[in-house]
């Protein structure tokens, strides 16, 4: 090692050069663009992964049959599920037999990948493209059925992030 490798100056020379280099970029290609949030929302991609929902079909009943595969698929392991039989008074709020008496998704565990999207073979599960809400404590992170289930007068369009696959599935 020599004298200057010891004392760190190149290692403080690359990062001043670092830093210069983009003092010289804004001054010359101006500032990036800073927006005043949340009145002005930055524009984000197409294919932008936010809150989950938990689909209903087209008679209101939850698609959900708590198979599990979107909690084997999880990497992050964010989510849990309790199975549960239907009854015959039940049968107008479940399409199967059997259904999700509990399902929770841990947010703070969720990194959005999406593939318990991809995993759901009853195209229940979706990521929306709405923000996750801000919470105060970490117990407010874990979303139940009552913050995932679609509301039957507010249906949520995920058309335009439907994959063929899962628009065949639906039908």
């Known amino acids: 090692m020599t004298l200057a490798e010891k004392i760190y100056l190149p290692a403080i020379f690359t990062g001043m050069g670092i830093t210069f280099k983009h003092a010289v970029r804004t001054v010359l290609k101006g500032a990036p663009a800073v927006y005043a949030y949340p009145e002005v929302q930055k524009p984000r991609a197409e294919i932008w992964r936010g809150q989950h929902v938990l689909k209903r ?31 015959k008074e039940e049968k107008h709020l479940y399409r199967e037999e059997k259904y999700a008496s509990v399902y929770e998704i841990n ?43 679609e509301k039957i007068n507010e249906r949520i369009d995920i058309t335009e992030r439907q994959s063929e696959k899962q628009k065949n599935a639906v039908k």
């Open 57 to 87: 079909d087209e008679e209101g009943r939850e698609r959900c049959t708590a198979c599990g595969l979107c909690a084997v698929a999880c990497p992050a392991e964010a989510i849990t599920m309790t199975a549960a039989e239907r009854t």
């Open 107 to 149: 947010m703070l565990r969720c990194i959005f990948c999406g593939m318990c999207e991809e995993a759901c073979p009853k195209s229940a599960i979706y990521l929306t493209d709405r923000l996750v809400d801000v919470e105060t404590n970490r117990g407010s992170f874990i979303y139940g059925k009552d913050k995932l289930v």
